[in-house]
C-alpha cells in the first residue's frame, strides 16, 4: 500500500466515523472549518522543518511528489484524519458527560490543593 493510499484510506474512515458511526457530524460544522487553518499553518510548520531538515525522507515511489512546504500533500490528509478523529472522539465523549469534573479552568486536584494552601 502506498503512503497516498494509506493517507486517503485515513480520510475516508475518519469521515465515516464522523459522520455514521460517532454522529458527531464535525465535517458539517463551519466552525470546524474557520479554524482547520490554524491547524494546517501548525502541521506544514512542524512538517517543514521535519522534511526540510531531512529528519524525515519519504520513498518517491509511495507519494504522488506533491510538497508544500517539503512534505508531501498526503501529509495534509494524514494530518486531516487525526484533527477530526480526535475531535469527533472528544465530542462525542463529552455528550455522553465522560469526565465533567474538573470543568474547564478548574484545574486538577494539585492545583486546588496549592490555591486552598495559599
Known amino acids: ?12 474512515v475518519a469521515v ?7 454522529r458527531t ?7 470546524f472549518w474557520a479554524t482547520y487553518p490554524i491547524i494546517i499553518g501548525f502541521q506544514l510548520l512542524s512538517n517543514g522543518i521535519l522534511t526540510g531538515r531531512r529528519i524525515v525522507v519519504y520513498d518517491p515511489a ?4 506533491w510538497r508544500i512546504a517539503y512534505a508531501p500533500v498526503e501529509d495534509l490528509f494524514f494530518g486531516f484524519a487525526m484533527v477530526l478523529l ?5 465530542v462525542w ?3 455522553r458527560g465522560v469526565q465533567r469534573e474538573p470543568r474547564a ?7 486546588r ?3 486552598e494552601r495559599l
Do not use: H, N, P
Open 1 to 12: 500500500m502506498t503512503y497516498t493510499l494509506a493517507a486517503l484510506l485515513g480520510v475516508a
Open 16 to 22: 465515516l466515523v464522523d459522520m455514521f458511526v460517532l
Open 25 to 31: 457530524r464535525l465535517v458539517g460544522r463551519v466552525v
Open 62 to 65: 509511495a507519494i504522488l511528489g
Open 86 to 90: 480526535t475531535l469527533s472522539v472528544w
Open 93 to 95: 465523549l463529552g455528550r
Open 105 to 111: 479552568g478548574e484545574g486538577s486536584a494539585v492545583l
Open 113 to 115: 490543593w496549592l490555591r
